[in-house]
């Protein structure tokens, strides 16, 4: 069986470890994960006559490789020369089209962007995840078989004759995911990864304060999941798209979707605190394993506005100072893309990064083949490019708050301003089938319809009822806001549980742009709540670091839903996955003793 396949190995590993110990070092799995498959070369295959295609500077080809379960998975290879060892650069792809034709065209459709590892002198292989792609199978189930086909076919390349003893890790998003999710098994040979925007913990993709993330991972699951015998595309367009997301309860989502009830989507859906179940192998526990794992050099980049930002800063705090030491860190200020866009609508100075691959990645892989310092990024550092920005910068460990405070009250005449009023209450109503609707997101995918790109303008203050509008006075001098945000707002509710939503955003030029938000229930922060009752809500989002320039301000808007980001509260206490009727609630928000924390630097003096 695959196990036992897997526990031969271990025990093969474990009988071969003397001699390996003679070739070099030997990196110990962390103590909570289960060694799947040796890092032992297979015997070279027979010298076949290959037939290669040139393109993407190098000389590719397509191998099927079989999979202890009888799957295939496809490889798109391409080597700087015919013959020859090099070291190996990997990518696991769950996004391109199969093909009847393995041509040129095609080819380099699928590995566009590994022209830079081959002319540096590196093999690309580019893996079509099961189900993806041309590797066959009955259905495409996310995070499911990828690490162990990752560790299958990385035991592959150790057989082939191109193979130098050196692989290194790449990719994108879901493909920066998989890029680390196979280093909780020994990977004596992985010298590094490089993770763009990468994809982390379960939960955290999922959920916030208990909130499904319907931007982020509603959009992507409902799109491309397929269970057997589903066409994702036709489930998605029956049940009208994000439309989906505004029906009650939540766990008849897959059975509206698929015609029944689905594993996967029932298991997130009945989880919404991170718990036992996020650590079961069905929600891919093995990724902190990986994470834990983690012993060889690292490139991280993120964008501020990335869906993952928050994920990946999290991430890089949790390394070791001996991890940071030997990895580096990137934000820079647009969304889900490690190129960055040329229609950004701030000032763009020289954040774009159009050819990260060979500017960043190969120099940082060249540098650790060669033990030399990379010339691109500082090791044990963030380096980032405020949002509106001017100019990078670089900071020890991890980007701190400003070195000045700022408290802003939220008063009467929708303002802010830098001391309390009396106090006051604005109330408004807030109906679950008619929820209030922004149009971007910190992280959240804004709303499923903007591509990920993560910043938008957002509509007047005061847009709706059940949006409250708070603005402060323009600042007059240059600065940055820089740290995390937070808010302290005083609520109350005629319902036994509700929902609360605020996002600060900074209004450029008389255009809000969100820089960050956070949302939470009365029963998630308090347990329970009595009707009527006045109690303060603390919200934290994660940092950010934004250029003000004079005449700039910040604008606070407090509602307690937003359409198509977050899973709508139904106003009605219990498990919000299976409560088919909601409840129009009243909420008020306090004035004069609400407030918003925001940190400040001078970084330009």
């Known amino acids: 069986t695959r196990s036992m396949k897997k526990w031969l190995s271990a025990l093969l590993c474990a009988a071969m470890l003397l001699s390996l110990c003679a070739c070099g070092a030997v990196s110990e799995p962390a103590a909570t994960a289960e060694p799947t498959v040796a890092v032992t070369a297979a015997p070279a295959e027979e010298t076949v006559e290959r037939e290669y295609i040139e393109c993407s500077g190098g000389y590719a080809y397509t191998e099927f490789v079989p999979m202890d379960d009888g799957a295939e998975i496809c490889l798109l290879i391409v080597k700087p020369e015919k013959e020859g060892q090099f070291p190996t650069v990997i990518t696991q792809n769950c996004y391109q089209a199969a093909t009847e034709e393995f041509n040129a065209e095609y080819i380099e459709k699928c ?39 990752k560790l299958e076919v990385l035991d592959w390349i150790r057989g082939q004759d191109f193979y130098d003893g050196e692989i290194f890790c790449n990719g994108l998003s879901y493909m920066g995911f998989t890029s680390m999710a196979s280093l909780y098994a020994v990977h004596d040979d992985i010298k590094a990864i490089s993770m763009q925007c990468p994809v982390s913990t379960r939960y955290d993709a999922w959920y916030q304060n208990g909130f499904v993330k319907l931007g982020l991972m509603g959009f992507w699951q409902g799109r491309f999941h397929r269970p057997v015998g589903v066409n994702p595309a ?34 997130i859906l009945t989880h919404p605190e991170d718990g036992d179940w996020w650590r079961t192998e069905a929600a891919g526990s093995y990724i902190y394993d990986a994470i834990a794992s983690i012993d060889v050099p690292v490139l991280l980049f993120e964008n ?34 490690y190129t960055g866009y040329t229609d950004w609508p701030l000032n763009i100075g020289d954040s774009l990064t159009p050819t990260y691959n060979a500017d960043y990645v190969v120099n940082f892989f060249d540098s650790v083949r060669e033990g030399t310092e990379p010339t691109k990024v500082e090791l ?16 020890d460990t991890t980007i701190t708050n400003g070195t000045t405070e700022n408290v802003l009250y939220l008063n ?54 059940d949006i409250l509008s708070f603005v402060s006075a323009p600042v007059g001098e240059k600065t940055f806001v820089k740290g995390i945000l937070t808010a302290d707002v005083a609520v109350s509710s005629d319902c036994e549980d509700t929902s609360f939503i605020v996002r600060i955003d900074v209004v450029k030029n008389g ?7 956070d949302i939470t229930s009365l029963s998630y922060q308090l347990g329970d709540y009595t009707p009527g009752e006045k109690v303060t809500l603390h919200f934290e989002t994660g940092s950010v670091v934004c250029q003000l320039n004079p005449g700039d301000y ?52």
């Open 111 to 149: 590995v566009s962007d590994s022209s830079a590892f081959v002319e540096a002198g590196y093999t690309f292989v580019m893996m079509q995840t099961r189900g993806t792609g041309n590797s066959p199978y009955e259905s495409f189930l996310p995070y499911i078989h990828d690490t162990d086909d």
């Open 234 to 267: 036709e489930a998605w367009e029956k049940v009208g798209g994000m439309e989906l997301f505004n029906t009650f309860p939540y766990i008849n989502w897959p059975v509206e979707l698929y015609g029944e009830q689905e594993d996967y989507w029932t298991g």
């Open 304 to 337: 501020f506005y990335d869906i993952f930002y928050e994920d990946s800063m999290n991430f890089w705090n949790g390394f070791s100072d001996e991890q940071k030491a030997q990895s580096a860190f990137v934000v820079s200020q647009f969304g889900h893309t």
């Open 380 to 395: 044990g550092k963030v380096t980032y490019y405020p949002v509106d920005g001017e100019r990078w910068y670089s900071e």
């Open 412 to 465: 009467g005449g929708s303002t802010l301003g830098t001391d309390g009023e009396a106090e006051g209450a604005l109330t408004y109503v807030y109906d679950p089938t008619n929820p209030a609707l922004f149009t971007a997101s910190d992280e959240n995918g804004g709303n499923g319809s903007n591509g990920y790109r993560g910043l938008g303008a957002d509509a007047e203050p005061n847009s709706r009822q």
């Open 511 to 517: 255009v809000a742009y969100n820089l960050r938000e």
């Open 554 to 605: 910040i604008r606070v808007d407090i509602s307690s839903s937003a359409e198509g980001m977050y899973s709508l509260h139904t106003n009605v206490k219990g498990n919000q996955w299976e409560i088919a009727e909601p409840k129009i609630a009243n909420n008020t928000v306090y004035t004069g003793i609400s407030s918003v924390t925001y940190y400040t630097e001078n970084l330009a003096a």
